[in-house]
């Protein structure tokens, strides 16, 4: 099976950054994702990695290294609005069909004035 | 564009009563998820769709639990007598079909089900 591993919370100021590790174990690993989500509402898709290295997006960034099992979310320029759960997805290519994902608890981050 | 849309949005009943949620994938969307959210255990799945076969359903967690996708355009989860222990967010989500494997899948608003 799967691993995953990120911190349960989080708390940073406005106008900071902020980085939100995620750890996993799988044999097969075909791409990582990271979703946000805010309270009571949808995942909603934030970046994705199958390749190490950094994919920038805004103010947002992904890193990805498979040889470590390891990603990272980067948020810059922190707001309020950002305050919201992050979660950690990993699809692996022995699941069938590769569309599986198996998601980690995901991270909640406060971001404070 | 209209999104995943699931319905009820909210739905409280008493243990023992069948529970019937409702999904309508994003037109064109080859693949269907059904999930279950909870506090201590997160987002799990509990089962797949691919054109409107159930392609994987190890997640669903026993025979009261069932799922039906009659068609591209409608899914149901069914859960048949409910139990306490099943309250929870139950979210849809729907995906293109993943040449590259880069789709992300796309989340209805869920159904925040509670069971007395």
Not at chain 1, 33 to 55: K, R
Not at chain 1, 74 to 88: G, R, V
Request: hydrophobic share 35%.
């Amino acid at each position: 099976g799967q691993n995953i591993d990120q911190p349960t919370e989080m708390t940073a100021t406005e106008g900071a950054i902020v980085q939100i590790n995620c750890t996993y174990q799988t044999s097969g690993f075909n791409g990582l994702f990271w979703y946000q989500q805010h309270a009571g509402e949808a995942p909603t898709f934030l970046s994705y990695n199958v390749l190490d290295g950094l994919e920038e997006k805004g103010r947002f960034s992904s890193f990805l290294s498979r040889s470590k099992g390891y990603s990272y979310l980067l948020l810059k320029e922190l707001q309020m609005k950002d305050s919201a759960s992050y979660l950690c997805a990993v699809r692996d290519m022995r699941d069938t069909g590769f569309q599986k994902l198996v998601f980690g608890t995901g991270t909640r981050l406060l971001v404070s004035p | 564009d209209a999104g995943v849309i699931q319905s009820p949005r909210h739905e409280v009943t008493e243990m023992g009563q069948e529970v019937t949620l409702r999904c309508k994938p994003i037109s064109g969307h080859d693949y269907l998820f059904w999930y279950r959210q909870t506090m201590m255990r997160g987002l799990e799945l509990l089962i797949y769709f691919n054109n409107n076969v159930p392609i994987d359903d190890s997640g669903m967690p026993e025979d009261r639990f069932s799922a039906k996708m009659p068609n591209a355009s409608f899914s149901t989860l069914k859960i048949q007598p409910s139990e306490p222990r099943d309250s929870a967010v139950y979210f849809c989500a729907s995906s293109l079909v993943d040449r590259g494997n880069n789709q992300p899948q796309h989340f209805g608003d869920g159904t925040r089900l509670s069971i007395l």
